[in-house]
């Protein structure tokens, strides 16, 4: 946020780019980051402007207190992220809404404004096959939740980076995942969650 601040600045901007580059690392400017106040704020629902196949202008609204809270984004296959198959799309459930006034104060800073950063907290699915479905198939991508042990289980997401909500269908065949109906995380409602999940298809 700060670099692309000091792509646009005449005045200022060489010199706030010097200091960026002198942060080496993701964990180097982390101490120079502040919450205005100590506040995070929630909310209820997120609003993704989307194009429909139509070519028409369309919107999701994103709320996690209800079923529509699953979200599509666009998959990194240029970085090696563990998994076995290659998969153009990621999948995630939204847990939380928030934003948060950020403050740095580290190398390069040029002032003490705070800046509003948006993201949403997820829970990640995987991809539940051994091979990518083709559209000749005629099969619905199977998906599932890594289990809460896994440390990329959960994650932070900007909004800008999200395509648009997503319509996932329980695998009701494979049954629900905990069928005592006892949870782990009352946060992640993992007590309600099915086996698996195929990723429904608009055509």
């Known amino acids: 946020m700060l670099r692309q601040e000091a792509s646009q600045s005449d005045v200022d901007g060489n010199l706030l780019q010097v200091g960026l580059s002198m942060i080496q690392g993701h964990d180097a400017g982390r101490g120079s980051v502040l919450f205005k106040n100590d506040r995070m704020y929630r909310h209820n629902l997120a609003r993704f402007n989307y194009t429909t196949y139509d070519v028409r202008r ?24 563990g998994d076995m198959v290659t998969h153009p799309f990621l999948y995630a459930r939204v847990l939380g809404i928030y934003h948060v006034n950020v403050i740095y ?32 198939d005629s099969k619905l991508d199977p998906i599932r ?3 809460m042990a896994n440390e990329r289980a959960f994650g932070f997401v900007d909004p800008k980076d999200v395509l648009r909500g997503c319509h996932l269908l329980p ?18 409602q993992d007590a309600k969650e099915w086996s698996g999940y195929r990723v429904n298809r608009c055509v």
């Open 105 to 136: 104060t580290g190398e390069g800073s040029l002032d003490y404004n705070a800046r509003k950063v948006e993201f949403l907290w997820v829970r990640w699915f995987e991809y539940d096959s051994n091979r990518p479905v083709e559209w000749t």
């Open 145 to 147: 939740f890594l289990p």
């Open 171 to 188: 695998a009701f065949a494979r049954g629900k995942a905990r069928m005592d109906g006892v949870g782990l995380s009352r946060l992640a």
């Open 58 to 81: 369309s919107q999701d609204v994103i709320n996690p207190g209800t079923s529509h809270r699953d979200i599509i984004l666009l998959a990194n296959n240029t970085e090696d992220n």
